[in-house]
């Protein structure tokens, strides 16, 4: 027989709990949740996105310039694949050649030029 009491009071232990438990959550749900006020956060609306028109012919302005002229020549697809050429332009000394205004002066005479196209000269 007593062993029989203490399955009773064991179930009964546990079913009150049970019923605890869920009088809590009732509770719980009844006045706490959903959550209003400061306690809420978020936004309900959809979020706001840029939008533009797209960007036509027109809105784009470019300028042809001597060096975007001679960037589309084939001696420039030339020098810039030709592994001789990208060492002398990354050579410290002949950039500093270059930034010489005697030098750029002499390059701009037509006899230097002719000179140095001449193969005798080379």
């Given at each position: 027989?007593?062993?029989?009491?203490?399955?009773?009071?064991?179930?009964?232990?546990?079913?009150?709990?049970?019923?605890?438990?869920?009088?809590?959550?009732?509770?719980?749900?009844?006045?706490?949740?959903?959550?209003?006020?400061?306690?809420?956060?978020?936004?309900?609306?959809?979020?706001?996105?840029?939008?533009?028109?797209?960007?036509?012919?027109?809105?784009?302005?470019?300028?042809?310039?001597?060096?975007?002229?001679?960037?589309?020549?084939?001696?420039?697809?030339?020098?810039?694949?030709?592994?001789?050429?990208?060492?002398l332009f990354t050579n410290a000394?002949?950039r500093s050649a270059l930034a010489?205004?005697?030098?750029?002066?002499?390059?701009?005479?037509?006899?230097?030029?002719?000179?140095?196209?001449?193969?005798a000269v080379r």
């Amino acid at each position: 027989m007593e062993i029989r009491d203490n399955r009773k009071v064991k179930r009964n232990i546990i079913l009150g709990s049970i019923v605890l438990v869920a009088m809590a959550a009732a509770v719980y749900f009844s006045f706490f949740y959903p959550p209003s006020g400061k306690q809420v956060t978020g936004t309900i609306a959809p979020a706001a996105r840029y939008r533009a028109e797209q960007i036509g012919k027109a809105d784009v302005k470019v300028e042809e310039t001597d060096i975007t002229r001679w960037t589309q020549t084939a001696e420039f697809d030339h020098l810039s694949k030709d592994p001789a050429a990208r060492k002398l332009f990354t050579n410290a000394a002949f950039r500093s050649a270059l930034a010489n205004d005697a030098v750029r002066d002499a390059l701009r005479n037509a006899a230097v030029r002719d000179a140095l196209a001449n193969s005798a000269v080379r």
